[in-house]
T-cell receptor, first 109, second 115 residues
Framework: GIQVEQSPPDLILQEGANSTLRCNFS?????LQWFHQNPWGQLINLFY???GTKQNGRLSATTVATERYSLLYISSSQTTDSGVYFC???????????FGEGTQLTVNP | EAGVAQSPRYKIIEKRQSVAFWCNPI?????LYWYQQILGQGPKLLIQ????????DSQLPKDRFSAERLKGVDSTLKIQPAKLEDSAVYLC?????????????FGEGSWLTVV
């Protein structure tokens, strides 16, 4: 099946810093979503982005499907951004999503 | 708009006992998913329903796990008999139409500890 690798596995930032999280995948995808899991375990969908670029406030994401990677940008980070960020991909638009192992982000005040 | 509802939130059982989890998806969502998340790992799909039909259950351990979505709305996931390695968070999620790859919304999860 499709492989998903996320980097870095852990990231510690000071409040106000910017960061870039990466997701590499091993095969063509037609479905890619970014999620944030807060410290209480709730998974929140950030972006549905199988290709192109999207922005939502301080967050933005870019997927280059031909080169099999996606990037999540967090600007002016806040302590509430802490948690685990997951990338999930599907080979077709309706097939199961395969999740990466996540990036654990800690933002210190 | 109400989110995905799950119960119970927490459950502790002994190995070889049984447990059932319930999920009510967002109103109008045709696709319902059950994921298993082991501590420190990403979620893994157990079963995906489209209305009341199964789309994908290839990763469901069918000797002990079962799931149903009889009326195409809420769903139940059952584990019988439970093993120690079943300790995990069981996440229910829904989407408007999984076939076309819509955004997936997750519930808060049901935390299972098997002792």
């Amino acid at each position: 099946g499709i492989q998903v690798e996320q980097s870095p596995p852990d990231l510690i930032l000071q409040e106000g810093a910017n960061s870039t999280l990466r997701c590499n995948f091993s095969d063509s995808v037609n479905n890619l979503q970014w999620f944030h899991q807060n410290p209480w375990g709730q998974l929140i969908n950030l972006f549905y982005i199988p290709s192109g670029t999207k922005q939502n406030g301080r967050l933005s994401a870019t997927t280059v499907a031909t080169e099999r990677y996606s990037l999540l940008y967090i600007s002016s980070s806040q302590t509430t951004d802490s948690g685990v960020y997951f990338c999930a991909v599907g080979e077709t638009s309706g097939s199961r999503l395969t999740f990466g192992e996540g990036t654990q982000l800690t933002v210190n005040p | 708009e109400a989110g995905v509802a799950q119960s119970p939130r927490y459950k502790i059982i002994e190995k070889r006992q049984s447990v059932a989890f319930w999920c009510n998806p967002i109103s109008g969502h045709a696709t319902l998913y059950w994921y298993q998340q082991i501590l420190g790992q990403g979620p893994k799909l157990l079963i995906q329903f489209q209305n009341n039909g199964v789309v994908d259950d290839s990763q469901l351990p069918k000797d002990r796990f079962s799931a149903e979505r009889l009326k195409g709305v809420d769903s139940t996931l059952k584990i019988q008999p439970a093993k120690l390695e079943d300790s995990a968070v069981y996440l229910c999620a829904s989407s408007l139409d999984g076939v076309s790859g819509n955004t997936i919304y997750f519930g808060e999860g049901s935390w299972l500890t098997v002792v």
